[in-house]
């Protein structure tokens, strides 16, 4: 046993005890039954549907009458007029999709207490273990480990005994998708099948699973659709999944090919150098960051039992174990050429999932990728903005046909075929200003790279783009100077009259003030004089201001509504986007006071995500005991499932993230030129280290503290920069050089 280890002392029940494997495009929860195992399989490009674009003919009519209304005072006319003919068609999206289970069956029960599994985070391998009382009384014991490989790009599950000719079961898979078994030879299964339609969109993707066995000693068959294993010494399962699927717009793609290409790069590899081929790959990322928050005797508990017991506060490696978790799924859910992470990362069983387990744009998706630059994944990201690349395509055509604009928009959700329209309803989804949430999100991206010119040329189109719509939509607020969004909302939060629907509420302002500056420093970087950039930077100066209400609260909208809503503690906090993660409100203004205030009215307590972004904004703060509360919070059976899952409830892979951001958030932050030192530190954490950790402007950190301020500082930096480090009233400024280490002592 480690500190980078979940463990159990029993199989999973739930599928929220089950553990999870991936590398961005396979993915697999392990159960660790004794007498059956299952591993529950999904590929990140088998969904629902196919290629299809939802706009609707009645939208671009009917947006002069809608902002009208909203303009005159009329919400909730307007949002019956914008139901009836301003949603996309369909109204709903496409959902992720389980591929199938593989099935091992064993027919043996485990001998009390000798039972043990787990998920080893710094190999990325799922172990079981146990004894059982074979023929004649004779104790045996069993082991199975399983991984997915990116180096390999395939599953592979190795099974042994502790005596040979010990190991007898059965091999099945199944799939809740259109499909059968092939017939085939007794050392293979394959499926092949077709994915469903919905909605109306007709099912597109076909697909195939191969399962390949290879036996140390003893024999196998075919049976059926099983393959048969008796009196083995050991055994290797590879599996793999392959969709037609080749771009958000083609589905042309050969599953089969795909599969027999994979096989055939494996069929000469042994397992121990697939093993180690997986752990070195897996490694090379995941070894770039460690953390030390102190450890106490319940951290010998088994998982399960640390989470039930984590608010008593004696158990901070607890903390730093889920920030290592959090980065293990990120490196499990979202890799160079695979899809990004979406609600449930990479894991889905549900043919229906909630939320069709997609990507939802005002806070989830963005959710998911607040960790990995912070804990040095950069490449992780990499998704994220060929997401980005792909929706300026889709979203340029609803641009034009729900608002006759230029440019691209997403409104607060898309899918595998990058669909942009409002979907679900107008109070949850005529909102606007989710690619420019995006555009900033990618934009924050390329300072923590320190804006290297590549990345930024490559951001530059999206951001145009994003950019060319927003002003295209903004609309002159009568009887003032000011330019709005009309229709938008405040995600996903009613106002006291009755509807979500609003002009210019808070988080539209914040985002396109985010939008506008990264568009103009990305020009000016450049060089380039568009003559767009006037336009801009006019536009920014007629938004609506940041205001104050009579409770001291930073308003949600325009209007003084926050204290008469009709959820006061509402899980979004989206006008606080401003404090974090924008860095538009500075900690200790006037600002940052009523945005406190604010947080306070909403209070500590939501669904998993959000209080993942609590933390985060207490972080930001500068109050490290209360951002610790709402941590504690998270920490909780009712917020975390045996398997450290966040619970919204159901599962949603953002609160992990969101939750491992902000620890590392309450230790280092950077803004402006500024590396802000243990900002947010707890009482409870006075000793520890995090090492390897990243800062805007390509900077590393590694920091060690003790008594609650620091005592050992390293930077490194990808360029030669003036940087100021500060640490509770302490101050350096120093000059770091490129590609070297700089130890530096406060005072």
Known sequence: ?????????????????????????????????????????????????????????????????????????????????????SMAVPLLQMSYQPAGSLFLDFGHEAVAGSYRRSLDLDTAIARSSYVARGMGGADRSYEREAFVSADDDVLVTRVTGSRPGTLSFDIWLDSPQLGAIVP????????????FGTHGVAGQLTFGIGVDLRIEGGSNERRGN??????????????????????????????????????????????????????????????????DLGRTPAADLPTDGRIANFAMGDDPALAALYVQYGRYLMIASSRPGTQPATLQGIWNK??????????????????????????????????????AEDLTVTGAEMARAHYDARGWVLHHNTDLWRATGPVDGAQWGLWPTGGAWLCAQLWDHAEFAGRPEALVRRLLSVLEGATRFILDILQPLPGTNHLVTVPSLSPENVHPHGAALCAGPTMDNQLIRDLFDAYLAATSQLGETDPMRDEVAAARERLVPHRIGTAGQLQEWME??????????????????????SQQIEPGTALAAAAQRSLEIRG???????????INLWARL??????????????????????????????????????????????????NGEIILLPALPDLWPEGAV????????????????????????????????????????????VLQAGMSTEIAMR
């Open 1 to 85: 046993m480690h500190d980078n280890e979940l463990w159990y002392r029993a199989p999973a029940r739930e599928w929220t005890d089950a553990l999870p494997l991936g590398n961005g495009r396979l993915g697999a929860m392990v159960f660790g039954g004794v007498g059956r195992e299952e591993l529950q399989l999904n590929e990140s490009t088998l969904w629902s549907g196919g290629p299809y674009q939802p706009t609707n003919p009645d939208a671009l009519p009917n947006l002069a009458a809608v902002r009208e209304l909203i303009l005159a005072g009329r919400y909730a006319e307007a949002e019956a007029l914008a139901n009836q003919h």
């Open 184 to 195: 085939g030879e007794p050392t293979a299964i394959s499926f092949a099948g077709q994915n």
């Open 226 to 291: 099983r393959l048969v294993v008796r009196d083995a010494d050991a055994a290797v399962i590879i599996v793999d999944i392959a969709t037609s699927f080749r771009r958000f717009d083609d589905v042309s793609g050969d599953p089969a090919t795909l599969l027999a290409a994979r096989r055939s790069a494996v069929a000469g590899k042994s397992y121990a150098d697939l093993r180690a081929a997986h752990i070195a790959e897996h490694q090379r990322l995941f070894h770039r960051l460690s953390i």
């Open 350 to 387: 549900e043919t229906q999932p909630p939320w069709g387990s997609k990507y939802t744009a005002n806070i989830n998706l963005q959710m998911n990728y607040w960790l990995p630059d912070a804990a040095n994944l950069a490449e992780c990201f990499e998704p994220l903005l060929s997401l």
């Open 560 to 581: 003084d509504w926050d204290m008469d809503v009709p959820e006061i503690h509402h899980r979004h906090v989206s006008h606080l986007y401003g404090l974090y993660p």
């Open 604 to 614: 500590d307590d939501a669904t998993g995500w959000g209080i993942g972004w609590r």
């Open 622 to 671: 500068g109050d490290g005991n209360h951002a610790h509360d709402v941590l504690a919070l998270l920490l909780n059976p009712d917020r975390s499932y045996a398997n450290l899952f966040d619970a919204h409830p159901p599962f949603q892979i953002d609160g992990n993230f969101g939750g491992a951001a902000g620890i590392l958030e309450m230790l280092v932050q950077s803004r």
């Open 691 to 734: 090492c390897g950790m990243r800062v805007r402007g390509g900077i590393e950190v590694d920091l060690k503290w003790s008594g609650g301020r620091s005592t050992s500082i390293g930077l490194r930096s990808e360029t030669t920069q003036h940087v100021v480090v500060r640490e509770a009233g302490r101050r350096v400024a120093i």
